[in-house]
């Protein structure tokens, strides 16, 4: 699809200070304590905010953890699923009821694999803390489904997140440009290029930013 930009790693915007706050909860992963990787994830969400947990120290972890399986054969299969299992966990605990309220409605749905799924849940979420509703359909939700979705719920905006070759449930580009044209689509894991090509937006690295500047937008008066 020449969608990709490469893998998305948001800015580091926080520096050498939300990497203790990586390892700590990396510790209770590692160590298969889910109870203990909640409180965690708790405690730092009342801390720093939870869409900077999700969409900046999760993947602080994550690229952790890949490091080390690189370099240690122990990290094994059953691990990288635990940790995949408890991130989701903790996400969804602090995302219950997000789709509650009466803010601007936005449906999400994400190709598969770890980091974009959880990557997809954190802009969720940051646009939650920003007063957002929040329709969750999962990982590749067909196009149809995300059409019946847009017709029913009649959202403000759309946000698919690609695979990190640029896919998406093995669509191409005039499927998604069928979302473009019935909302307001955002791409995560694409180029500007190509997001523009279809008539969506890309979404930039800085993903708070992003979240922050589409709620202003949502909420300026419509031009005469």
Not at 23 to 34: F, H, K, N, P, R
Not at 63 to 87: D, M, N
Not at 114 to 123: D, K, Q, S, T
Not at 149 to 162: K, M
Request: contains cysteine; neutral net charge.
């Amino acid at each position: 699809m020449g969608a990709a930009r490469g893998a998305t790693r948001p800015p580091d915007r926080e520096g050498k200070r939300l990497l203790p706050a990586a390892e700590a909860l990396q510790s209770t992963l590692e160590a298969y304590d889910g109870v203990a990787a909640q409180t965690v994830f708790e405690g730092l969400s009342h801390w720093y905010g939870v869409d900077v947990v999700a969409i900046e120290i999760v993947p602080l972890l994550l690229r952790s953890l890949a490091g080390r399986r690189s370099e240690e054969s122990r990290i094994h299969t059953a691990q990288r699923e635990f940790v995949r299992g408890a991130l989701e966990e903790c996400l969804f605990s602090v995302a219950r009821g997000w789709a509650e309220g009466d803010g601007p409605r936005a449906v999400l749905s994400t190709a598969s694999g770890l980091p974009r799924e959880l990557e997809a849940i954190g802009f969720g979420l940051a646009l939650r803390r920003r007063g957002w509703r929040i329709s969750y359909l999962g990982t590749e939700a067909p196009i149809g489904t995300l059409l019946s979705a847009i017709e029913l719920l009649r959202p403000r905006l759309a946000v698919v997140g690609l695979s990190e070759g640029g896919g998406y449930g093995g669509h191409d580009a005039s499927a998604l440009r069928r979302v473009a044209l019935r909302v307001r689509l955002a791409l995560l894991g694409a180029s500007a290029e190509f997001a523009a090509s279809i008539g969506a937006t890309a979404l930039g690295d800085d993903l708070i930013a992003e979240a922050r500047r589409l709620s202003a937008e949502a909420v300026e008066p419509p031009r005469r």
